[in-house]
């Protein structure tokens, strides 16, 4: 005998329970209108869009950059490291070279330009000025001779202006010495010094 | 068996389950009209779902699962039995299953000690009657079904066993336990 809906609610044994159950149960609805707007056809292509565009999609992404950043330096690390070109970097168009500490490239980069020829220039005096000798008459020794010393005329090329000598020293007793003048730097001629002036 | 034939099995089986299927209150050819079964099932479906997993938001999630799974086999549908049988059976595999994954998950929570750490969610549609809840809880998902499809949707132990796909004889028996059950819960109760 099949056992109906009136017959449990009429059984002593379960008094009440299909009636309650049923209330309960009718009680039960879809608390929230997506739920039911959600159609069943778009509902996979939802889950689908979903993966592409939602907050999972940025977190696929960051996995994606981030293993391929790994793997990237893995890579890298596995193969001797890093070589950072500083010799190849130029700032605001300034050609600064190679850089000291860093290694020997083995080839210049393309755009480079040729590095320039450094002239070395004295460092022991203060260089004079262009196209005049320098004046070292107060250059003198205990004797009181006179070390004409004069620098280098700086005469340039273009003016062709004579650099001039040292000045005669005031010494007492020695006759001075009258150095020659060096010749000057790109053409120009050197004044002789004059001899010192005897002692009396 | 054309679309014709099957709505006309289907309107048979409506036809002779009317008075005893609420689930069934109108003859539709769901191939070519499933919006409007849609729309005729859902609230069944979503109530015997959620007394399965007793849980609103959950219940609903796994209803669209289920008539997305339904939609996708429409045309697999053989009208030798009603459609809203049919959806049942789809849609309380679905419960079923995820149920029954809940139950697991959470006896491996209860054995780490975990289960304090995560709050209930609140469900609006609770509270109507929390013995009645109680003792639903107390029931395993293929019980609650049982209950459900019987006490409220009106089905014949046939049926629910073509639903759950159990013999008819265990349909009552899983009835008959599942009342004991709620019983044993709710005399206590009753008894002070």
Redesign the interface.
């Known amino acids: 005998m ?4 009136s017959d ?1 609610e009429d059984d002593d ?2 008094a009440g ?2 009636t ?13 209108p997506w ?2 707007q ?4 778009t ?2 292509a939802r889950r689908l869009a979903g993966w592409y565009t939602g907050p999972r999609a940025w977190v696929a992404g960051f996995a994606v950059a981030g293993s391929l950043l790994a793997g990237g330096v893995a890579a890298a690390a596995s193969s001797g490291g890093f070589t950072i070109p500083l010799t190849r970097i130029h700032v605001g168009g300034a050609d600064t070279g190679d850089h000291p500490d860093a290694p020997a490239s083995p080839a210049p980069a393309p755009t480079l330009r040729p590095a320039p020829v450094v002239v070395a220039r004295p460092a022991v005096r203060p260089s004079p000025s262009p196209g005049r000798g320098a004046d070292s008459a107060d250059s003198r020794d205990r004797t009181g001779a006179v070390h004409a010393t004069p620098s280098p005329g700086h005469g340039s090329a273009a003016d062709g202006h004579d650099g001039r000598g040292g000045h005669p020293g005031d010494g007492d007793g020695h006759p001075g010495v009258s150095p020659s003048g060096s010749p000057g730097d790109g053409g120009g001629h050197s004044g002789g010094g004059h001899g010192g002036r005897g002692g009396d | 068996m054309d679309g014709g034939q099957a709505l006309e099995r289907a309107e048979t089986w409506s036809g002779g389950l009317a008075a005893r299927h609420p689930a069934e209150p109108a003859p539709i050819d769901i191939v070519a009209d ?2 409007r079964f ?1 729309e005729q099932q ?2 069944s479906i ?2 015997t779902v ?2 399965i997993v007793l849980d ?2 959950i ?3 796994l ?3 289920a ?2 799974k ?2 996708g086999a429409r045309h697999r549908y053989r009208p030798d039995q009603p459609p809203g049988v049919w959806l049942h059976r789809i849609a309380v595999n679905t419960a079923i299953s995820w149920a029954r994954r809940g139950q697991l998950q959470r006896r491996v929570l209860e054995k780490l000690g975990r289960m304090s750490m995560s709050a209930p969610v609140a ?3 609770e509270g ?2 929390p013995e ?2 109680a003792a639903l809880r107390q029931l395993n998902p293929g019980q609650r079904a049982a ?2 499809l ?3 949707h ?1 089905y ?2 046939a049926d629910i066993g073509r639903i759950l796909g159990i013999p008819t004889g265990t349909v ?1 028996s899983r ?1 008959s336990n599942a ?1 004991a059950v ?2 044993r819960q ?1 005399k206590p109760r009753h008894a002070e």
Request: net charge positive; proline share 6%; no cysteine.
């Open positions: 099949r056992l109906t809906h449990m044994l379960t329970l299909p309650r159950l049923k209330a309960e149960i009718e009680a039960w609805h879809g608390a929230r739920a039911r959600a159609a069943y056809r509902r996979p | 499933f919006d849609y859902y609230a979503h109530r959620r007394g609103a938001a219940a609903e999630d209803t669209q699962d008539f997305a339904a939609y469900d609006p549609t109507r009657d009645l809840g209950v459900v019987h006490f409220y009106g014949p132990y009552g009835i009342v709620m019983r709710l």
